[in-house]
């Protein structure tokens, strides 16, 4: 009796740990393969974790981004406004829009979502970023065709599928 309670616990706790190390891989392979970048950054402001994604889109090799300061991978506009810092005061989640480098020099739109969170008392950033680079040129589009709109001296007018006015410049 007492040895089939053991082995009940033993097999308790294989599933146990087979179910958290597929679980782990999971989560693991979610990051790994993220269309967004994934930067885990340290108390002192260095990458120690980039996912696939983080280093294609900088030009860098994952090992390549590992301990670099975080702070290179903001364009030099992005650093003068005071984005580098401004992101790394709160443990609360910030959002914000930036621009980033590429290990070539060509810079990016990004979109930046970070949230500070303790590990056995040391600091860390995890780092969610979206290269907004086609939705940047979008809004641009559209500001100029607005433009174009409002400041036409001939008169436009725009109506849907049913012939119905929607505006008129």
Known sequence: RHHRRQYALLVERYENEMRNSSLSRQVDLLAKYANDIIILRDANGRIDWANDRAASAYGYSQDALIGQE?????????????????I??????????????RRDGSTFPIELS????????????????????????????????????????????????????????
């Not at 790394?88 to 480098?101: K, S």
């Not at 940047?136 to 001296?153: G, I, K, P, Y």
């Not at 725009?158 to 006015?165: C, E, G, H, K, Q």
């Open 70 to 86: 975080i702070a290179e991978l903001f364009a030099d506009e992005a650093r003068e406004v005071g984005d580098v810092p401004g």
């Open 114 to 169: 970070t949230r500070g969170f303790l590990v056995e008392n040391d600091t860390y950033f995890q780092i969610i970023g979206r290269d907004i680079t086609e939705r940047h040129q979008a809004e641009t589009r559209l500001r100029l065709a607005a433009r174009v709109f409002e400041d036409s001296n001939e008169a436009i007018v725009i109506t849907d599928a049913s012939n119905t006015i929607l505006s008129v410049s």
């Open 88 to 101: 790394f005061q709160a443990q609360d989640n910030t959002l914000i829009r930036t621009v980033h480098r």
